[in-house]
């Protein structure tokens, strides 16, 4: 039995990342959605909320479970037995920071490795930031993000223009 991870900051999760998680599942017969509890990135939503999101828009997958994790990434995978990590690549721009997060992660931890999907052309363009930026000047999302989540994206910047008046 396959088992690999998934890690990210989904913050929100997009159809980029949907399509990785389903093409994943070519590779591997268990996905572990590996959401980080990055404070320090000062995330849009929660990890409680960017995990229920997750959870949502990934019930119709079958083999796929979502969870919440910190600390070195090796240290997960080795605790939830998965030997594979899958990131994807969208444009030569992510080449180097995946390469380098890659090698560390084997120099880490060799029983673990790294397997890159490139992203399907249609979502090449697409990031959680740009879909942030968009929705927080009003713009319509989408196209980029499933409707659960682009009402909770709306709703977020909704609360903060309220908050700010
Ligand atoms: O969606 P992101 O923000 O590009 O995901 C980055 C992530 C979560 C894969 C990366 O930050 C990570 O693995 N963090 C865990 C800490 C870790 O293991 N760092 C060493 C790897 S260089």
């Known amino acids: ?4 991870i998934y890690p990210g900051s989904f913050d929100p999760v997009t159809y980029g990342h949907l399509d990785v998680i ?3 599942l070519k590779i591997t017969d268990e996905l572990i959605v590996g959401v980080l509890k990055n404070n320090a990135k000062h995330p849009l939503f929660s990890v409680e909320e960017r995990v229920s999101m997750l959870i949502e828009v990934t019930k119709h997958i079958p083999n796929v479970k979502v969870e919440a994790f910190d600390g070195l990434l090796v240290d997960y995978a080795c605790q939830s037995h998965a ?3 899958v990131r994807g690549l969208r ?3 992510d080449f180097e920071y995946e390469l380098q997060m890659s090698q560390t992660n084997y120099v ?4 673990i490795d790294t397997v890159f999907l490139t992203t399907r052309l249609e979502y090449a363009y697409l990031s959680s930031s740009t879909v942030k930026e968009v929705a927080m000047m009003g713009g ?5 993000v499933p409707d659960i989540v682009g009402e909770k994206v709306r709703e977020k910047y909704q609360l903060r223009r309220e908050k700010n008046e």
């Open 1 to 4: 039995m396959k088992r690999a």
């Open 22 to 24: 389903e093409r994943s």
């Open 83 to 85: 030997n594979i990590i």
């Open 91 to 93: 444009a030569i721009t």
């Open 108 to 111: 880490l931890n060799p029983q």
């Open 140 to 144: 319509d999302i989408k196209k980029f």
